[in-house]
């Protein structure tokens, strides 16, 4: 009976885990990132299939729609509050990629009130 109940423990603790994305990369500097746009382009590109991806871009990549759609619900607080500030500075400063990231990954804006919401929140 106790093994049963430490299987179910483990399966739930696993299964939670699962449902957020890695923090592997939480600890990039965003600010360094979006303050030079040398380091921003090659990042939005590698969302658009339009330049070659780090392995960081990859794991961006991999979860962008995802947290498009949802409001970023599988992320850590930390990412919440990076993709928001990413996202806030590339509306803001490089439209026309904003512009394509929509187009590829939600062009019928089907998610927009979910990403409009998480944007207008609070850090």
């Not at 991999?62 to 990076?82: R, W």
């Not at 990403?115 to 850090?123: G, H, I, M, P, R």
């Amino acid at each position: 009976m106790n093994f049963l109940v430490l299987s179910i423990v483990v399966t739930m603790a696993a299964f939670v885990a699962a449902e957020t994305y890695t923090d592997r990369y939480d600890h990039i500097n965003i600010d360094e990132i979006i303050e030079n746009r040398k380091l921003l382009v090659p990042y939005i590109k590698c969302t658009l299939d339009q330049g070659r991806c780090t392995p960081e871009g990859r794991e961006l990549k991999a979860h962008i729609k995802d947290a498009m759609q949802t409001s970023c619900s599988k992320c850590t607080d930390k990412q919440k509050k990076g993709a928001r500030k990413v996202v806030r500075h590339i509306r803001a400063k490089e439209q026309e990629y904003w512009k394509q990231i929509l187009a590829k990954y939600d062009p019928e804006d089907q998610y927009k009130e979910n990403y409009e919401t998480f944007l207008a929140a609070e850090d």
